[in-house]
Each structure stands twice: as structure tokens, then as C-alpha cells.
DNA sequence: ATGGCTGAGCTACTCAGA
């Protein structure tokens, strides 16, 4: 089963790409973040013309999450989290795999920019009860799939230029330390454990020419429990959709798990 | 390079992104 994260930077500005995407790559089921629409703007219909039902954490003009899926979802809960700004940040589902019940958990972490705001603090504020829920989830279900636009840059290697973001809200060492408190809850970082010294992104700015210069970071991640390693067939960060015209800023990570 | 793009809402311009 192929399992592909996207930030999409607007579902309907990007329809057309995301529709070209899913006839080349495949997948099953696709973890939007970023849509920027409501529940009612959705393009259901797009999606389920090829096989995809939807479901939709929607909010006007900003975030907004999504899971399209081929196989049917159960248990949808859009209330992972209490919000304190009540943004559409977290969708999560379970799917039936090997016997195995896996609760996926879509993610679009606060990009906490600029820091000394309240912003930054929304963002520690949010990662901190993320965690929480986590840890409390983890006592009922060993099988957690987390994945989605973390705006964490989690080492070094995970971006062009390091300098540049120690001490922005990606970068800071503090919001790094978060994502460290959820791998030792118990899960890995996915590309990094199949790819160890592999310096890759997932996004790429619009402006000065970023993604000609790979000026990019490696934000979005999957975050798989040590109880699902053993499923893992392949991770790939595919590049074709950033190349393309009107692109997201973000690129496809895709997951192929058994 | 604290933004030189891009999108939404709206219909001139601000807010947000990372």
C-alpha cells in the first residue's frame, strides 16, 4: 500500500497537478495539509471520479487538512487535539493492515514564524500537547502512523544552509528537541532511517530561485511506531511536482508499506 | 535576503507561509 504525504499549498489552486500526480504515482491514500478551503468547498467530486473518497478537516483561506482514500477509513476524528485557535491542523483515521490496526495521524504543525510572538508560542504550545496525546494514544494503539508538515527541520543535514535557521522556528533548537521527544516515545523518522547521510528536501520557497539553486529543507516527515518497521517497503521523497508550472511549494513523500 | 513569490478573500490590499 502506497501512502503520500502532501502539503498542496491550496487543493483547488493545485487540482490539476494533484490529478496528474495520482494517475502517475498511485497511491492509496493521499494525507493533504494545507488544503485552504472549507468542508463545502472541497472538489469532492474530482477525487471520487477516480476512486478516492475524501475526508476533510477544511478551514477558510488558511491550513486545512485532508485524507483521499481508496480503501475506507474508520473511526475519522478531527478532535486529536484541543486547538487553542481552533485551526484545522490534525486529521486522523484507522486502517486495517496485516492484522494490524494502524491509526494514521495527518499533521500541519504551526510554521511558529517569527519567533518572541505569540505565534512561536502557539507552536511550542501545540507540539507540547501533540506529544501528549501521543504518548496517551500510544497506550491503546502500538500502531501510529504520523505524517504531514511537521516545520521541523529535525538536524543539520535537513537543510541548504543550517545558519540560516538556528534561530528561526524550524531550525531552533527547542522546537528540534520536540521532535526528538517524539521519536523517543518510540517511533522513526522514516527517510532518515532508510536514508542516513542522503541530503534531501521536501520544499523549496517560491522566490529567489530556490528550487533551481536546491534552497530547500526537509520539513515534512513520516513517523512510523517501532511496531510497524517490520511493514516498510520503501520511502521516497518524488520530486517531479515541485518541477512542474503552478507547483506547490512543498513536494510528495511517499510511503510504501506492506 | 524577516523576503525578492504565491494563494485566499475580495476586487485594493492585507494576511500568511517558511
Redesign the pocket.
Known amino acids: 500500500m502506497k501512502i503520500v504525504s502532501w ?1 498542496v ?2 487543493v ?2 493545485r487540482i490539476d497537478n494533484i490529478l496528474i500526480y495520482i494517475k502517475q504515482a498511485n497511491p492509496d491514500i493521499l494525507l493533504l495539509q ?1 488544503i ?3 468542508d463545502e468547498s472541497f472538489p469532492y467530486d474530482e477525487f471520487e471520479k477516480i476512486g478516492f473518497k475524501s475526508y476533510v478537516y477544511g478551514q ?3 491550513n486545512g487538512v485532508a485524507i483521499i482514500s481508496k480503501i475506507e477509513l474508520k473511526n475519522v476524528n478531527k478532535d486529536f487535539i484541543k486547538d487553542k485557535f481552533n485551526q484545522s491542523r490534525i486529521i486522523a483515521a484507522e486502517i486495517e493492515l496485516r492484522k494490524k490496526r494502524i491509526e494514521l495521524i495527518n499533521i500541519y504543525v ?2 511558529g ?3 518572541n510572538t505569540e ?1 512561536y508560542e502557539y507552536k511550542k504550545d501545540w507540539l507540547k500537547k501533540f506529544i501528549s496525546n501521543v504518548k496517551k494514544k500510544l497506550l491503546s494503539n502500538p500502531n501510529l502512523l504520523i505524517a504531514g ?1 511537521f ?1 521541523i527541520i529535525p538536524e543539520e543535514i535537513d537543510v541548504y544552509d543550517f545558519k540560516r535557521y538556528e ?2 522556528a ?1 531550525g531552533k533548537l527547542e522546537i528540534r528537541k520536540k521532535f526528538r521527544e517524539l521519536i523517543n516515545l518510540g517511533l522513526k523518522d522514516i527517510y532518515r532511517l532508510k536514508n542516513k547521510t542522503k541530503q534531501e528536501y521536501t ?1 523549496w ?4 530561485g530556490s528550487w533551481q539553486k536546491n534552497y530547500g ?1 526537509r ?1 515534512d516527515h513520516f513517523l512510523l511506531t517501532n511496531n510497524l518497521v517490520e511493514n516498510i517497503v520503501s520511502i521516497n521523497i518524488n520530486k517531479n511536482p515541485r518541477s512542474k508550472k ?1 507547483p506547490s ?2 513536494t510528495p513523500i511517499e510511503l510504501e508499506i506492506n
Open positions: 502539503n499549498n491550496s483547488r489552486a494545507e485552504k478551503t472549507q477558510k483561506s488558511y504551526p510554521n514564524n517569527p519567533i505565534k508538515d516545520n534561530s528561526d524550524l520544499f520557497d517560491y522566490f529567489a529543507m520539513i503552478k511549494d512543498h
